[in-house]
């Protein structure tokens, strides 16, 4: 009996994964990325969930979040993932898409004291993102 491959593949998916190399549909969910994330706190969405939207085809869901802009590419999602997926990179993807279809009025949506408590170096890279 062969099997079918049943995976969403949309083309802001595919672009991603050109872009970072890696295939973000065998992610199964595990959610260790997203434990190891130390700005999941500022997230709205978590690692593996933008993931799993991303597999989903909802797009517009994954453009109005700010996680791609609050990663700080510190890798960590990256070394946990026992997929080897390159959750990190492909991050940084969806940012470049972001600023190549011209969302680069994306920001970070956070209100000044949500600002003051993000560690420098999430500014740093948020803020370096977007000005793109």
Same mark, same amino acid.
């Given at each position: ?19 970072? #190399? ?8 595990? #959610?260790?990325?997203?434990a190891g ?18 597999? =989903? #085809? ?15 590419a510190c890798?960590?999602?990256?070394? !946990?993932?026992?997929? #080897? ?20 009025? !994306? ?10 408590? =993000? ?14």
């Amino acid at each position: 009996m062969e099997i079918k491959n049943t995976e969403i593949q949309s083309e802001p998916v595919s672009r991603i994964n050109d872009i970072s #190399g890696t295939n973000l549909s065998k992610c199964y969910q595990c #959610g260790k990325c997203s434990a190891g994330c130390p700005m999941v706190q500022s997230m709205d969405i978590l690692p593996n969930q933008i993931v799993r939207l991303a597999q =989903l #085809g909802k797009w517009e869901e994954v453009m109005r979040a700010n996680t791609p802009w609050i990663c700080a590419a510190c890798m960590t999602c990256s070394v !946990r993932c026992p997929r #080897g997926i390159k959750i990190a990179e492909a991050i940084e993807a969806m940012r470049q898409v972001f600023l190549r279809n011209r969302n680069s009025d !994306r920001r970070l949506g956070l209100s000044q004291e949500e600002l003051v408590e =993000l560690p420098p170096i999430a500014l740093i890279s948020a803020y370096r993102k977007i000005a793109e």
